[in-house]
């Protein structure tokens, strides 16, 4: 299909400010394993996002601003870090870079260490070479 501009003087313009959404999230499957509220979640988080992915909102007014009641926004923030999508601590949210690794249930995932302890580089390539194999 031929595509053309429906709107000119509307073209979209990459903004001043940092934001945007990976078309790898459709593309690689990644939305189809997400919840309405998840989605909701999502958009905002990456909309927000400084240019390394974090924000920080309180849950009063994540839920204000979504029309979620607690327990709605603790289940769709809960799928997002389950798919890999986000990190949260409160109050800090990271938008994760999409990858090939998210899409694999939890416990398939590498993990990383939690501390700057020494590391097996023997493992470590091992690992990649698995990952990339």
């Known amino acids: 299909m031929h595509k053309r501009l429906l709107c000119v ?27 309405h509220e998840a989605c909701t979640l999502y958009l905002f988080l990456v909309t927000v996002a400084d240019a390394q992915g974090l924000s920080f909102y309180s849950e009063r007014s994540l839920c204000q601003r979504l029309s979620m ?3 709605v926004l603790c289940q769709a923030r809960q799928v997002l870090i389950e798919g890999a ?45 698995e990952v990339l194999g």
Not at 9 to 26: C, E, G, H, T, Y
Not at 92 to 109: F, G, S, T, W
Request: aromatic share 8%.
């Open 9 to 35: 003087p509307r073209l979209r313009k990459v903004p001043q400010q940092f934001s945007w959404v990976d078309q790898r999230l459709v593309r690689d499957g990644h939305i189809d394993q997400l919840s």
């Open 85 to 129: 999508l986000v990190a949260y601590q409160r109050p800090l949210y990271q938008v994760l870079a999409l990858d090939r690794d998210a899409m694999r249930p939890a416990a398939e995932r590498p993990t990383l260490p939690d501390n700057d302890g020494p590391v097996d580089l023997k493992a470590v390539f091992e690992k990649i070479w």
């Open 69 to 71: 009641t607690p327990a």
